[in-house]
């Protein structure tokens, strides 16, 4: 199969170097900078420096290069680079279908990515997002992952699926988009409440407690917004949250790490060089939760302390301090 993989992050890098081995792929970076480091190094300096790119990989700067034999494009971007990387498809004579595994809301609306496509792709070409836990460094070494793709047209899905599928990457399939990305939105705004956990050192008891009833505020929103349970109960789901939350690889518990240390946000985020996604999902869902009167308190926690400059340790003192309730969703 020929894919373009738009995109040149490290889950872009990592996706191209595993599909690499089985399909015709093209990474494409819309910085003319960093495409001069790819060629030059074959290897990402910037963003995936430790694994060299195969010989097979093709690399661009045009995106209608990277299209122009592409049965199938996979969009790997930030959330806040997705609308303007769709445009960009449509500009194309040729229309190609579309995959996404950018995860958040677009923050000016509090958007999913499916709503994006709706107001900017056409209709008629198949689309999806495929999800689930997996740190980019794994996947590039080829470790077992199971992903979830989801899309409205079934078919189109378990096609995809299938050819994508691999001994060390498994594709479940599902019709669920909209629990799929919320899921894979929220589980970063959690494990940033976490990383602040285990960095105050409160404990494997206290992480426990965060990730079951941080999965509970994902479950609420979700439902609200049109998720199905058993999604939430997945791969997209508990068990990418699971992965982001405990896992060292992870960027968003990393900035909880840091927070819980008293590092102001900005310094944090320039000593990280990626893109963490919970930072500026956080309000976005916040300010969603508040409009469909969705009961968020982790969220508003983390919230407060991104954006409103109240100390990791009084915000965690707040949460702590609510009043005892039933535990229901």
Not at 4 to 26: D, F, K, P, Y
């Amino acid at each position: 199969m020929n894919i373009a993989i738009l995109g040149a992050g490290a889950w872009g890098t990592a996706l191209a170097i595993n599909l690499s081995a089985r399909h015709q792929v093209t990474l494409w970076t819309k910085d003319s900078n960093h495409f001069s480091e790819l060629i030059s190094h074959r290897i990402n300096l910037s963003f995936f420096p430790d694994f060299p790119l195969p010989e097979t990989l093709r690399l661009t700067a045009s995106i209608h290069e990277a299209l122009e034999a592409a049965e199938l494009a996979l969009i790997v971007v930030p959330i806040a680079g997705f609308r303007e990387t769709l445009q960009n498809i449509t500009k194309i004579e040729k229309k190609v279908p579309v995959i996404w595994g950018c995860k958040g809301f677009e923050s000016e609306a509090a958007k999913l990515p499916h709503q994006i496509v709706k107001e900017v792709y056409p209709s008629n070409i198949s689309c999806g997002v495929i999800s689930g836990p997996s740190f980019a460094k794994e996947v590039a070494q080829g470790l077992p992952t199971a992903l979830t793709l989801a899309s409205e047209d079934d078919c189109f899905a378990r096609d995809i699926a299938s050819q994508l599928h691999s001994t060390n990457l498994r594709i479940y399939t599902s019709q669920d988009v909209v629990g799929v990305e919320t899921g894979g939105a929220i589980k970063n705004v959690i494990t940033i409440a976490a990383g602040i956990s285990d960095g105050m050192g409160f404990g494997h008891n206290a992480r426990a407690a965060l990730i079951t009833r941080g999965l509970m505020e994902i479950t609420r929103l979700g439902l609200e917004l049109g998720g199905k349970m058993e999604t939430f109960m997945g791969l997209a789901g508990v068990g990418d949250l699971l992965l982001t939350c405990t896992g060292d690889l992870s960027r968003n518990r990393r900035v909880g790490l840091l927070l819980a240390e008293g590092k102001p946000l900005s310094d944090i985020l320039n000593t990280l060089g990626h893109v963490a996604e919970g930072v500026y999902t956080a309000r976005a869902v916040l300010q969603l939760s508040r409009k469909l009167n969705v009961g968020m308190p982790i969220t508003e926690a983390v919230c407060s302390i991104l954006h409103e400059n109240v100390p990791a340790r009084a915000a965690v003192e707040n949460l702590l301090n609510r009043e005892p309730k039933a535990e229901i969703y």
